[in-house]
């Protein structure tokens, strides 16, 4: 069982807007900063969204990310079929001194 | 450009030690505030953090693993080991090392290695 909560599954059609959230406490994405990484099927994955709101060069604007609380979101609009793929959110964990990652988001575009 | 290559056993027998190298170029262990973790994945399941090492030789481990993990470097041969100890089939998985960049990301990644545990 992940320490982050992320709902296991999500789906759009294209041009649709999605949002995936992203549910820890105070000690994760309450007092830090939150990465979105993207795992398209059968390859490693890359990062999506860091510092929170942040994207890579070479990361299309239709990503973003915010966090109000304890929780955090992405949201990807414009959806494509390329975006099909599994979407995980990470952030430092000043209890457990180390990386937690959520269970993932399976994106599914009609 | 930066580069992560993951290699180690592909078949480990439960009980055993599983020795994994992560070679990467493009970047130096030495630098002030560079890192290099590994992360792994069940087949069909979650991504799960395992360690981080720094270019001070900070270490961290997952508090879940029961201290069966090692993680050192050579920066001699831009290499990072990770040690296993204790391997169960429940480790079956892709074992990922990624740098350890600003704001705590892992950016760049390998393409991984599966490791199957099984007698």
């Known amino acids: 069982q992940s320490v982050l909560t992320q709902p296991p599954s999500a789906s759009g059609t294209p041009g649709q807007r999605v949002t995936f959230s992203c549910s820890g406490s105070s000690s994760n994405i309450g007092s830090n900063f939150v990465n979105w990484y993207q795992q398209l099927p059968g390859t490693a994955p890359k990062v999506l969204i860091y510092?929170?709101?942040q994207r890579p060069s070479g990361v299309p604007d239709r990503f973003s990310g915010s966090k109000s609380g304890t929780s955090a979101s992405l949201a990807i609009s414009g959806l494509q079929s390329e975006d099909e793929a599994d979407y995980y959110c990470a952030a430092w964990d000043d209890s457990l001194n180390g990386v937690v990652f959520g269970g993932g988001t399976r994106l599914t575009v009609l | 450009q930066i580069t992560l290559r993951e290699s180690g056993p592909t078949l480990v027998k439960p009980a055993q030690t599983l020795t994994l190298t992560c070679t990467f170029s493009?970047?130096?262990?030495?630098?002030?505030?560079?890192?290099v973790g590994w992360i792994r994945q069940p087949p069909g399941k979650a991504l799960e953090w395992l360690a981080l090492?720094?270019?001070?030789?900070?270490?961290r481990y997952s508090p879940f693993l029961n201290n069966r993990l090692t993680i050192t470097k050579d920066t001699s041969k831009n290499q990072v080991i990770l040690t296993m100890t204790n391997i169960d089939p429940m480790d079956t998985a892709t074992y990922y090392c990624a740098q350890r960049r600003g704001a705590g990301r892992f950016d760049p990644w390998g393409q991984g290695t599966l490791v199957t545990v099984s007698s």
């Open positions: 510092t929170t709101d």
């Open positions: 090492i720094y270019w001070d030789d900070d270490k």
């Open positions: 493009g970047f130096s262990l030495t630098t002030r505030g560079v890192g």
